[in-house]
């Protein structure tokens, strides 16, 4: 993460002399961003009780939060400022401060002597890990939709303020996750989950009636809201209870399964909404997501 943008600097001249190379690279900045994110999120698994699991990992995810939200601000206003090549290195400079930062912490793996290695596969195929892997991909469907399409939508409209929902969606989930993983932690993310799935469909399928900034204010709450409960509390299922030998791999699954959404969504939804425009395309959104609960109802009733 460190490394990568500075080669950003090396390529010149038109897109096409150096696409094939470019998406080398982003492949590589990828496998970075994506070793990152999972070790993250595994470490602070280790590191926080039991009881506050749900709380622990939301109150760390609102770091992410915070840094999505001010980091296009920060990035325009360099490139706006001072360049691309600025920006780069500005880029580079912001994350090797993340490792210097990361350098001091305690290793929280424990090595557990005469343990079997599992492969990613075989803790793939586990009922739990697969079921969270299926959820979070429904999940990380409908973030490609909120992500990629709402913008594009909000401008058709002729919305001038489309930061709105961008802003609704960071404070409401950073709200959530304040407040929201206690209450997961009182109750069970079993019970939280199916509510974070309402709403975080049910924010994407208003969009359909999208006509002014209050829909748009509003699909943002909901969808941050949603957003604030799935994902600690999909994470604390994936988890909990799992031996720390393979919680590194558990999380993987989770958040490879975000990507895994969030990609397949990109394509998927660009069709859609190509197509059949972009009211569709967030009906489909909403829809997916709220497949979910069906998929959770499942998991539910075999457990029992």
């Given amino acids: 993460m460190a490394v990568v943008p500075l080669i950003y600097l090396l ?14 690279v982003r492949l590589f900045h990828g496998v970075g961003l994506a070793i990152c994110f999972t070790a993250a999120f595994t470490y602070i698994a280790d590191i926080v009780p039991a009881g506050r699991l749900n709380e622990g990992i939301g ?3 609102m770091s992410g939060l915070v840094g999505i939200a001010s980091g296009p601000v920060i990035g325009e206003t360099i490139i706006r400022g001072f360049g691309f090549s600025i920006f780069f290195l500005a880029a580079a400079g912001m994350a090797t401060l993340g490792l210097v930062f990361t350098l001091p912490l305690r290793e929280s793996f424990v090595h557990v002597p005469h343990e079997s290695p ?3 596969f075989s ?6 890990p697969l079921t969270v892997a299926v959820l979070a991909l429904l ?12 913008s594009p939508f909000a401008k058709e409209q002729s919305l001038a303020f489309i930061s709105l929902y961008y802003i609704s969606y960071s404070s409401s989930a950073v709200l959530t996750r304040l407040f929201g993983g206690r209450l997961a ?18 924010g994407l399928l208003i969009l359909i009636l999208m006509g002014g900034n209050a829909i748009l204010a509003l ?4 969808s941050g809201c949603g957003h604030g409960f799935l994902f600690p509390c999909l994470n604390s299922l994936a988890v909990r209870d799992e031996p720390i030998n393979i919680r590194g791999k558990v999380t993987g699954v989770f958040t490879g399964g975000i990507d895994a959404g969030a990609f397949i969504g990109s394509i998927i939804l660009g ?12 009906f489909a959104a909403g829809l997916v997501i709220l497949a979910g609960l069906g998929v959770y109802k499942l998991l539910v009733t075999g457990d029992r």
Avoid: N
């Fill in 59 to 61: 109150v760390f995810g």
């Fill in 271 to 282: 069709y859609i909404g190509e197509w059949a425009g972009f009211r569709a395309l967030f």
């Fill in 11 to 24: 390529f010149r001249g038109e897109l096409s002399d150096f696409y094939p190379s470019l998406i080398v």
């Fill in 185 to 202: 932690d009182r109750f069970g993310e079993g019970r939280i989950i199916p509510y974070g799935q309402i709403l975080s469909g049910g």
């Fill in 139 to 150: 999940f990380g469907f409908g973030l490609s939709a909120s992500g990629s399409f709402v």
């Fill in 219 to 222: 699909s943002g709450l909901m």
């Fill in 118 to 120: 599992q492969s990613f």
């Fill in 123 to 128: 803790v793939l195929i586990k009922r739990r």
